[in-house]
């Protein structure tokens, strides 16, 4: 990508503000009501040290207040042991994604015995029972008050669930107050564990299925009645992981040859139902799933391959030839009784960071919209550069798009009392090259025409995921 916009994408955030009142551009509807929270890297840079991809560095939270047309805005670093001892040493210290810090012998020897685990929980934002939780694939989540995004505390996996690695993207069944999560257990022979909580506390087991060598796995997938493992073949010999001698990521091989080995477990007691090979693909992210007749459908935003893991090395991206490797959006059917797996491709469009309204259709076979970052195809040098809308049922895409901006995942706000899946707003933090700076845009997700922005007076930083969480009672997002 060109130079200006990676120094602003992947460079560092020199201040933690906060606005009562952005300058606004259009309009923001005056039903939204609430914030949206975002989670993602702060800096890339520490001392004179620059983390290496863009799955490393310390957590930012970005928080944006809705109020009769008015936007808020607030900063700041997640006040983490991983953080501050960064900025104390001036140097990076704990091993992150695909960074370890520059140890002389004796310190990774040390690291064998007593590992530095990074507490850094950058990736997402949920509200697990009565706290708001920044979330990290690392076993350390972070608890922090969402008035003024102070951390308050820790909730450790491997204290509770002993699993070392989880996702982010836990799944939610708001009639019963339980969330379900996926972490992986390291040892000679590994386990995947997926647990519940229930009202975010009494962390609960339900499934304890032994692995070999297990895959990386950024999301699951869970419909009415099963969860849905997609071990993809990029796997790891955990033995490998015990003595850091390489970057967590990069202990994990690609073999297409094992295929793709997708494991249903039904929901309450935790068995193994089902088990079925395919072709081999990697993704982060599930979308939905949903159940029809003795089919299992399950949507995943697929790759070829996990070559976009490779994509996202800062070094690879500063190039001014730098490209992506395109996710695009697979509806596989699993046909339980006859035992067999298919898919079909359902948009030809690059899709990232896909959301969709789960509140109203997770697990709905009804559901016809996902929303993602995309790349425009005259412009497929740099990074995502624009939203797209997908219409499962029309097979027909809408994007919003405009030269020289860079939109993240752009988070689905829907409007109280809709009737249409679509009536709502899209909420979007877009990096502008020209401006040198950031704005949030707000899309109507009906029509997918700009309705306004809020100019943020810095840059924000490429970041991840975030959630819109509502003042209103029954319309609590997650
Ligand atoms: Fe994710």
Known sequence: MNRTVFELGFGKTEDEIQVDRLPIQGKFPDWLLGSLIRN???????????????????????????????????????????????????????????????WSFLERVKNVYAPKITDSAKVNVAKIGPNYMALAETPIQVTFDPDNLDTTGTFSYEENLNGQMTTVHPHFDPTRNLTYNLVTRFHQTSHYRIYQLKNGQNPKMITNIPVNKPAYMHSFGMSENYF?????????????????????????????????????????????????????????????AFEKGDELIVDIDAYTDASIIQNFYLDKLAMPNSGLAFGKLRRYRIDMKAKRISYETLSEACVELPVFDVSRYQNSGDYRFIYAVSINENQRSGFYNQIVKVDIQGKADAYWYQPGCYPGEPVFVGRPGRQAEDDGVILSVVLD???????????????????????????????YHGAFFDNRPSETGA
Do not use: C
Not at 437 to 462: C, H, N, T, Y
């Open 228 to 288: 849905i493992l997609t071990e993809f073949p990029l796997v790891v010999n955990s033995l490998a992981l015990m003595f850091w001698l390489k970057p967590y990521i990069e202990n994990y091989q690609w073999k297409p040859s094992k295929g793709t080995r997708v494991t249903v477990i039904d929901r309450r007691s935790g068995e193994i139902v089902f088990r079925i090979k395919t072709d081999p693909f990697f993704a982060f992210h599930h979308v939905n």
């Open 433 to 463: 090259e020209n401006a040198q700076s950031s704005f949030l845009l707000a899309l109507d997700a009906g029509s997918f025409l700009e309705l306004g922005r809020a100019k943020i007076p810095q840059p924000v930083l490429f970041g």
């Open 40 to 102: 993602g890297p702060g800096t890339f840079h520490i001392g004179d040290e620059t983390y290496r991809h863009w799955f490393d560095a310390p957590a930012m939270l970005h928080k944006f207040t809705f109020e009769d047309g008015v936007v808020g805005y607030a900063n700041k670093f997640l006040d983490t042991q991983s953080y501050r001892a960064s900025m104390q040493q001036g140097q990076i210290v704990y091993p992150e994604f695909a960074t370890n810090p520059q």
